[in-house]
Nanobody
Framework: QVQLVESGGTLVQPGGSLRLSCVAS????????MSWYRQAPGKERELVAG????????NYGDSMKGRFTISRLNDKNTVYLQMNSLKPEDTAVYYC?????????WGQGTQVTVSS
């Protein structure tokens, strides 16, 4: 059974940091490009960050560049999103995504709330 399980979301103050984790099971993580997306209330889902299957190529949404870092440990079946200098506008549900050709999997999401 394929699963992506996100964790690490919580309430954090503006300027704070948070690390999200996504643990994969039921498929070979190293064969898949991985991404983090987020969706705020009333807004469309947007790309936060992506990383190639081997980890050598990353890309970020414009508002995340310089603040967020995506990484992966294929031998631990885990993808991370390190978020620094968090802002209230980063408040959203964050989703993990795995993609290989036409095959795609999604996690259930983890809530990140940035507020004082």
């Amino acid at each position: 059974q394929v699963q992506l399980v996100e964790s690490g979301g919580t309430l954090v103050q503006p300027g704070g940091s948070l690390r999200l984790s996504c643990v994969a099971s039921g498929f070979t993580l190293s064969n898949y490009a991985m991404s983090w997306y987020r969706q705020a209330p009333g807004k469309e889902r947007e790309l936060v960050a992506g990383i190639s299957s081997g980890g050598g190529v990353t890309n970020y949404g414009d508002s995340m560049k310089g603040r967020f870092t995506i990484s992966r440990l294929n031998d631990k079946n885990t993808v991370y999103l390190q978020m620094n200098s968090l802002k209230p506008e980063d408040t959203a549900v964050y989703y993990c995504n795995a993609r290989r050709l036409v095959r795609e999997y999604w996690g259930q999401g983890t809530q990140v709330t940035v507020s004082s």
